[in-house]
């Protein structure tokens, strides 16, 4: 029996992912078979650490290798390579490192799949709606305006999607 395949990265997704997991982005160039995410993360030392993410979008050659790493020289950044990455393109040392796409999600809590739960207004509209008070520079009842945020935290928090109402039924 053969093994499942490995889903392939996601772009969109990867970026929201490393800004949740405290990453600030620089810059995102697509190449022929691969995507480069400069980030940067300051870390608990006040150290700021560079990155270049490499995500795949095909299976890594050589070339593609040797490409990724000049950009990385450039960008004075380490290496990270996401994806189906074979132990022959990184090298036969595999120091490079090369992670699957569900190992980098687990190592940064899981996917971002919704920018919204990321926007800096958020957590303060989410109280005032919680108070059944409508936030400024919104419209609509503030009761199913609080579900719909409540739903996003839910799935942001949870890391999954199409998390239902669950509570009893309210009356109009």
Same mark, same amino acid.
């Given at each position: 029996m053969t093994a499942p395949l490995e889903p392939r990265p996601e #772009?969109?997704?990867?970026?929201r992912t490393l800004l949740s997991g405290g990453f600030v982005? +620089?810059?995102?160039? !697509?190449?022929?078979?691969?995507?480069?995410?400069?980030?940067? !993360? $300051?870390?608990?030392f006040g150290m700021s650490l560079r990155y270049c @993410?490499?995500? #795949? +979008? $095909?299976? #890594? $050659?050589e070339a593609q290798l040797a490409a990724a790493k000049i950009?990385?020289?450039?960008? +004075?950044?380490?290496?990270?390579v996401v994806g189906d990455s074979s132990d022959e393109a990184c090298g036969a040392d595999s120091e490079q490192p090369h992670l699957t796409w569900s190992r980098f999600l687990s190592l940064l809590g899981g996917p971002v799949s919704s920018a919204a739960a990321l926007d800096?207004? @958020?957590p303060?509209? #989410?109280e005032t709606l919680g108070r059944c008070q409508l936030p400024a520079r919104m419209s609509g009842n503030p009761d199913?305006?609080?579900e719909a945020f409540v739903r996003i935290a839910l799935e942001f928090c949870l890391a999954t999607r199409g998390v239902s109402g669950a509570g009893p039924r309210r009356r109009p």
């Open positions: #772009l969109d997704v990867a970026v982005v +620089e810059d995102v160039e !697509r190449k022929p078979g691969y995507a480069m995410v400069n980030a940067v !993360r $300051t870390d608990e @993410f490499m995500f #795949l +979008e $095909t299976s #890594l $050659t950009a990385c020289d450039h960008h +004075e950044a380490e290496l990270v800096p207004d @958020f303060s509209n #989410l199913d305006l609080f």
